[in-house]
């Protein structure tokens, strides 16, 4: 991995970290969610998605899982490697490696979820705190 390389990981990284903790919205890229966005999100995916108060998501910026990962590649390079877990998945399909070479910044995918790995063991994340079965 090249200097210029390790500085952008870095970056992913500490921007990724800077967003724990915001609010899970099933279908949030990185927006701040208005009435409007959460209705459309609503309508697309249905109410079940979204059981908290609405004044709990409005004015706040909103991710699921992969629209954390969408998000911070698309803010700090650019580059738009997918909307949903699925297209990350398909898109970085021909980067794939093995599990001893993972580096820093490389996005881990399981059925349905994508995480970040942020090297030594530990990953970041959005994820549902909701109990099972509204979290998922």
């Given at each position: 991995m090249t200097e210029e390389d390790k500085e952008v990981v870095n970056k992913v990284i500490e921007l990724a970290e800077?967003?724990?903790?915001?609010?899970?919205?099933?279908g949030g890229k990185g927006e701040i969610m208005t009435g409007?966005?959460?209705d459309e999100l609503i309508g697309y995916y249905g109410e079940s998605?979204?059981?908290?108060?609405?004044?709990t998501y409005i004015g706040n910026q909103a991710f699921d899982c992969s629209?954390?990962?969408?998000w911070i590649y698309k803010e700090l390079t650019g580059v738009e490697i997918g909307y949903s877990t699925y297209d990350q998945e398909e898109t970085l399909q021909g980067y794939e490696v093995d599990?001893?070479?993972i580096q820093p910044?490389?996005?881990i995918f399981t059925p349905g979820h994508v995480v970040l790995y942020k090297g030594k063991g530990k990953i970041i994340n959005a994820y549902n705190k909701l109990p099972y079965p509204l979290g998922g």
């Open positions: 800077e967003k724990i903790g915001f609010q899970y919205v099933w409007e966005r959460l998605y979204y059981p908290l108060k609405r004044e629209g954390l990962t969408y599990k001893e070479d910044g490389d996005l």
